[in-house]
């Protein structure tokens, strides 16, 4: 599987953006996917994830009510839609698709060592 992430760039305090995460290389294109982020001199972090369906979303706590994830199946793209963004979520945003049929494959998952599959990143600032 094959992911390529868009959509960073420089927003100020409170602005908005939305990443693009398209996958290629499965035919079934019935997995889960995430995005992850990794600010400057921290480990990579979960931000969010979705089923197949869109019926089991996950977030961390940082970003609820903030960030919403979703999916255009018949595109094979998921989204991260970024409101009121704040400074501390300035960092590389990856999307990332599990190891295939396995279990996080279904149900999707908050942890990095259930994803097999990684994009390159794309960098979001966020300007004070």
């Known amino acids: 599987v094959d992911l390529v992430e868009s959509g960073g760039g420089l927003v100020q305090t409170g602005g908005s953006l939305r990443l693009s995460c398209v996958a290629s290389?499965?035919?079934?294109?019935?997995?889960?996917m995430a995005w992850f982020r990794q600010a400057p001199g921290q480990e990579r972090a979960f931000v969010a994830s979705?089923?197949?369906?869109?019926?089991?979303?996950l977030y961390a706590d940082s970003v609820k009510g903030r960030f919403t994830i979703s999916r255009d199946n018949a595109k094979s793209t998921a989204y991260l839609q970024m409101n009121n963004l704040k400074p501390e979520d300035t960092a590389v945003y990856y999307c990332?698709?599990?190891?295939?049929?396995?279990?996080?494959?279904?149900?999707?998952?908050?942890?990095?060592?259930?994803?097999?599959?990684w994009g390159l990143g794309t960098q979001v600032t966020v300007s004070s």
């Open positions: 990332a698709a599990p190891q295939i049929l396995s279990h996080a494959y279904y149900t999707g998952s908050e942890y990095e060592r259930d994803y097999r599959y």
């Open positions: 290389g499965d035919s079934s294109n019935s997995y889960a």
């Open positions: 979705a089923t197949w369906t869109g019926s089991r979303l």
